[in-house]
């Protein structure tokens, strides 16, 4: 079946430490995206890629970086410089087209650093 | 600019009675409108969405919500809730007509079910 795989669930980092999350998809879109989640506050995009080999900046990019070598894949890496890591990770992918076009997601890593 | 306006973090219903989540949006163009569903531990899964044509639009799970223009709404409902119903829900809205164009999400709502 079709879909996007994050991986790990769940990861436990110390601060300081730079961590990279997984998320790879398998349903040919050209899309990809991260969210970061925190209870109360919704969905807020960290960086999105249109192509490959391309990226741009979310609302919230400070302290995270990605990349976008493969169509498939679009790793995120929270970098030691994001003052308060800790949170839920979600990827969402989404097929060129039509503004009717819907994201689909990942099942979620969640990172916690202490 | 758009924005998207959940009323009500949290709802509480008893089993088998009618579910109302409320979604108010903001946009300069013709916008479509989705609502997720996220378990516990868990990605967004997409109920239903809005496109353009009819303005009730009937999604998965029992789902459905209308699409009103005049006071800018979008809410969801369920004629008798289920237990497995309770979640969070998430309403987004994307002004724009490609992809490309940015989807916002609501705050979410929590939906709890009360034996």
């Known amino acids: 079946d079709g879909g996007i795989t994050q991986s790990p669930k769940y990861l436990f980092r110390k601060e300081g430490q730079n961590v990279t999350l997984s998320c790879e998809q398998n349903?040919?879109?050209?899309?990809m995206y991260w969210y970061r989640q925190d209870p109360g506050q919704g969905l807020r995009l960290i960086y999105y890629?249109?192509?490959?080999?391309?990226?741009q900046k979310g609302d919230i990019a400070e302290g995270y970086s990605v990349s976008r070598e493969k169509k498939e894949s679009f790793p995120l890496t929270v970098t030691s410089a994001q003052k308060n890591p800790t949170a839920f990770y979600l990827c969402a992918s989404t097929l060129e087209g039509p503004g009717s076009s819907p994201l689909h997601f990942g099942n979620g890593t969640r990172l916690t650093v202490t | 600019a758009q924005s998207v306006t959940q009323l009500g973090s949290h709802v509480s219903v008893s089993e088998g009675a009618l579910v109302l989540l409320r979604c108010n949006y903001s946009?300069?163009?013709?916008?479509?409108l989705f609502w997720y569903v996220q378990y516990p531990n868990q990605g967004l899964q997409l109920l239903l969405k809005?496109?353009?044509?009819?303005?009730l639009v009937k999604g998965i799970n029992g789902f459905e919500a209308e699409f009103k223009k005049s006071e800018t709404s979008f809410h969801l409902t369920k004629p008798s809730a289920h237990m497995s119903d309770a979640a969070e829900y998430f309403c987004a809205v994307r002004a724009g007509y490609s992809s490309a164009s940015k989807i916002i999400f609501g705050s979410g709502t929590r939906l709890s079910i009360r034996p």
């Open positions: 809005y496109t353009t044509g009819a303005t």
């Open positions: 890629s249109q192509i490959v080999n391309d990226f």
């Open positions: 946009s300069s163009v013709p916008p479509y």
């Open positions: 349903l040919n879109h050209d899309a």
